[in-house]
C-alpha cells in the first residue's frame, strides 16, 4: 500500500496568514492527489484534484502543488471559516490512501 | 444539485452485520463510482473500496476483503455497503463518496456503533 504522510499534524495560524501543508507518498503517484477539509462533525469536502486543479467553488486563496511523492497544500489570507482539518488522498492505485490529517486551528 | 443522503445511525453487537444505504440524485447514477470510507471517532479516512453501479464491479481494500460487500439498486440509484462480523474496532461514521479519483460530493455519514 501506499503511504501517505502529512506534516505538520497541527498547526496554528491567524486569520489573514499564509500557510503550507505538506504530504509525501513512499512512492512517486505522478499527480494523482487529492486535497480534502473536513469540519468538525461534517463529511469531507473535495478542495484540490489531481495535485493542483481547483474544485469549482473553491475560492482561489487555495492552491496545490507537486508531483511525484511531494507535495504540497497553500492557503493564504487564512479566513476564520479555514480552521479545519485537511486531509491528502493518493488514487494512484487502490487501495486509494489518505494522510493522517493537518489540524488548523486559531492561534 | 448532485446529492448523496445516507441512511440513518445504527447500533449493532459484537458479531453481527450492517448494510448502510446511500441514495444519488442529481446525476446519472451508473456513470461514477461509488466509495465507501470510514472514520472512527477522532482519527483519520480509512478507504474500505469501491463499485461500479454501471454493472456491479467491485474492489475492495485487502483488509476487509471477505468481510465487506457493496452492493447497488440501479433502478432506485441507490448503493449499499454491508459490513458482516462486526467487532467494537468496526465503530465509526461511514461515508459514502461518488468519483473515480476525486470523491465528491460526499454523504452525510452514517454512525455505526458496535456495542454489547
Known amino acids: 500500500d501506499i503511504q501517505m504522510t502529512q506534516s505538520p499534524s497541527s498547526l496554528s495560524a491567524s486569520v489573514g496568514d499564509r500557510v503550507t501543508i505538506t504530504c509525501r507518498a513512499s512512492q512517486s503517484i505522478s499527480i494523482y492527489l487529492n486535497w480534502y477539509q473536513q469540519k468538525p462533525g461534517k463529511a469531507p469536502k473535495l478542495l484540490i484534484y489531481a495535485a493542483s486543479n481547483l474544485q469549482s467553488g473553491v475560492p482561489s486563496r487555495f492552491s496545490g502543488s507537486g508531483s511525484g511523492t511531494d507535495f504540497t497544500l497553500t492557503i493564504n489570507s487564512l479566513q476564520p471559516e479555514d480552521f479545519a482539518t485537511y486531509y491528502c488522498q493518493q488514487y494512484y492505485s487502490p487501495p486509494y490512501t489518505f494522510g493522517q490529517g493537518t489540524k488548523l486551528e486559531i492561534k | 444539485q448532485v446529492q448523496l443522503v445516507q441512511s440513518g445511525a445504527e447500533v449493532k453487537k459484537p458479531g453481527a452485520s450492517v448494510k448502510v444505504s446511500c441514495k444519488a440524485s442529481?446525476?446519472?447514477?451508473?456513470?461514477?463510482?461509488i466509495n465507501w470510507v470510514r472514520q472512527a471517532t477522532g482519527q483519520g479516512l480509512e478507504w474500505m473500496g469501491s463499485m461500479i453501479p454501471n454493472n456491479g464491479n467491485t474492489r475492495y481494500a485487502q483488509k476487509f476483503q471477505g468481510r465487506v460487500t457493496m452492493t447497488r439498486s440501479t433502478s432506485i440509484s441507490t448503493a449499499y455497503m454491508e459490513l458482516s462480523s462486526l467487532t467494537s474496532e468496526d465503530t465509526a461514521v461511514y461515508y459514502c463518496a461518488r468519483g473515480t479519483g476525486r470523491f465528491d460530493p460526499w454523504g452525510q455519514g452514517t454512525l455505526v456503533t458496535v456495542s454489547s
Open positions: 442529481g446525476y446519472t447514477f451508473a456513470s461514477f463510482d
